[in-house]
Each structure stands twice: as structure tokens, then as C-alpha cells.
Nanobody, 124 residues
Framework: QVQLVESGGGLVQAGGSLRLSCAAS????????MAWFRQAPGKERVFVAA????????GYADSVKGRFTISRDNAKNTMYLQMNSLKPEDTAVYSC?????????????????WGQGTQVTVSS
């Protein structure tokens, strides 16, 4: 089992940057593929980015390609999401998730463990 805790959210102006972190405890995070999802007010939770256990493979939602970068440091049991050129439509609660499998990485149902989420607000 693994416990996930996000940090790094906040308020930023459009065009700005934030870096989110997801710290894992319990079983080593290197045992899991990991991902970021987000949920805007009144909307469903959607996929943002995913990374394989080794970090060698990544995947992104079309809406964030070229602006967001997912990475991980297995020695620190931490995953990151670098968010650049932020837009007001990026405003959401961002949650990290872990799965034993990387395939179908954009599917919510593939993930067994979730963090509590961190709020990101982008002002125009």
C-alpha cells in the first residue's frame, strides 16, 4: 500500500508557473506508475499526465502538452508536475494517483491509490 500527499498548489496569474509535488510513503513509489488528474468545479475528474515506474515513459492530455512536464525521483519517492504558461482553464484541484500498471494510464479506474488533492487557481 502507498499513501500520497500533494503540495505546491496556489494562486498564480495567467502565464505563470507552478510545480506540484506528490510525496509517497509506505511501499516504494518505484513499484507504481503514477499520474496527475484534475477536477474543476462542477466538472468530472480528468487525466492530466502519467509516468511509468522507471520514469522512462510519459503521457499527457492534449490540453497540457507542451506546457506541463511530469517527472519523478524514485530515490525521494516523489513525483512532480511542472506547469508553465498556465491558463485560467487550468484552475482545478490536482490529485496524484498510483497504479501497479502503466497501460491505459489515462483511465481513472486503473489507479488504486489517490492523494487528497491540492488547489491550483489561475487568475486572468
Amino acid at each position: 500500500q502507498v499513501q500520497l500527499v500533494e503540495s505546491g498548489g496556489g494562486l498564480v496569474q495567467a502565464g505563470g508557473s507552478l510545480r506540484l509535488s506528490c510525496a509517497a510513503s509506505g511501499r516504494s513509489s518505484s513499484s507504481y506508475a503514477m499520474a496527475w488528474f484534475r477536477q474543476a468545479p462542477g466538472k468530472e475528474r480528468v487525466f492530466v499526465a502519467a509516468i511509468s515506474r522507471s520514469g522512462g515513459n510519459t503521457g499527457y492530455a492534449d490540453s497540457v502538452k507542451g506546457r506541463f512536464t511530469i517527472s519523478r525521483d524514485n530515490a525521494k519517492n516523489t513525483m512532480y508536475l511542472q506547469m508553465n504558461s498556465l491558463k485560467p482553464e487550468d484552475t482545478a484541484v490536482y490529485s496524484c494517483a498510483a497504479s501497479p500498471f502503466y497501460n491505459n494510464y489515462d483511465q481513472i479506474g486503473r489507479y488504486d491509490y489517490w492523494g487528497q488533492g491540492t488547489q491550483v487557481t489561475v487568475s486572468s
